[in-house]
């Protein structure tokens, strides 16, 4: 998708370590962390939102959830992580290519 950040950095345009990547998902830090650890599971299919849900794209979300625990370890997040999902814009999303973010490294407090 032409001037999307995550598809551009899925085609290697924008550089970003891939932490983890397979053929459906990158996983990558989030380059304004939000705690000591921040990741993005990113979806190489492009699709906004959750507005956007259908039976093929809740496949690859069910294969970022299975991911994610089974990563968790690797990324520094075995004592806990949060896991966020901005939707749209009271739900703060900024970025519209669907992602996951992952928080931890450290005790999150409230928000
Ligand atoms: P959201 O606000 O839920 O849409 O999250 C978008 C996230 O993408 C924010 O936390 C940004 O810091 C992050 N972000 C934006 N551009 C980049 C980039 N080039 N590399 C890594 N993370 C990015
Ligand atoms: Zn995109």
Do not use: W
């Amino acid at each position: 998708m032409e001037n999307c950040v995550f598809c551009k950095i899925i085609a290697g345009i924008i550089p970003s370590p891939r932490l983890y990547e397979d053929d459906k998902i990158i996983v990558i830090r989030d380059i304004e962390p939000k705690a000591k650890l921040h990741y993005l599971c990113i979806p190489k299919t492009h699709f906004a939102s959750f507005s956007e849900m259908d039976g093929e794209k809740a496949e690859i979300i069910k294969h970022c959830f299975e991911k994610i625990p089974a990563l968790a370890g690797e990324l520094g997040l075995q004592d806990g992580y949060r896991v966020i999902i901005n939707q749209g814009e009271n739900g703060g999303q900024t970025v519209p290519h669907m992602h996951i973010h992952l928080l931890g490294g450290e005790v999150l407090g409230d928000f």
